[in-house]
């Protein structure tokens, strides 16, 4: 059952393909946004899934995150995340991310609980459409 206040941490090694070179997303061999993000998610995913019920999964529907320091190839970065509003099947986390040097990004997200049979037959006939 779904509790406000659960949390939880992962942490993730920078990897040359998790760079903002790599993913063109910036010029600089440091750990790319959209990876931070990424990892942010998935922090918040892992935290609620074993409390859903059988076939129920949660999507990203919104973040809102600043990243507010590199890190580099190597490093290690912490994400954690903090359940701090359920509303109906819409969940609201406060997410962090962090690395030996302290805070490199931070702010919020988002995710909606959804039938995961459902939801892929749904993606799946917008294929079947195009």
Not at 34 to 49: G, K
Not at 96 to 106: C, K, L, V
């Amino acid at each position: 059952m779904l509790n406000i206040g659960l949390t939880y941490t992962l942490t993730h090694t920078v990897l040359p393909e998790n760079t903002a070179r790599s993913l063109k997303s910036g010029a600089l061999d440091v750990l790319a946004t959209p990876v931070m993000i990424a990892w942010m998610e998935e922090c918040c995913l892992v935290c609620v899934q074993p409390q859903l019920e059988d076939g129920k999964t949660t999507v990203g529907t919104a973040v809102n995150v600043t990243h507010e320091a590199p890190t580099p190839v190597n490093g290690q970065v912490t994400t954690a995340c903090f359940l701090r509003n359920i509303d109906g099947r819409r969940l609201t986390f406060a997410v962090e991310a962090t690395d030996g040097s302290g805070i490199i990004g931070r702010g919020s997200h988002e995710r909606f609980i959804v039938d995961a049979r459902r939801f892929q037959e749904k993606c799946d006939a917008k294929e079947a459409q195009t």
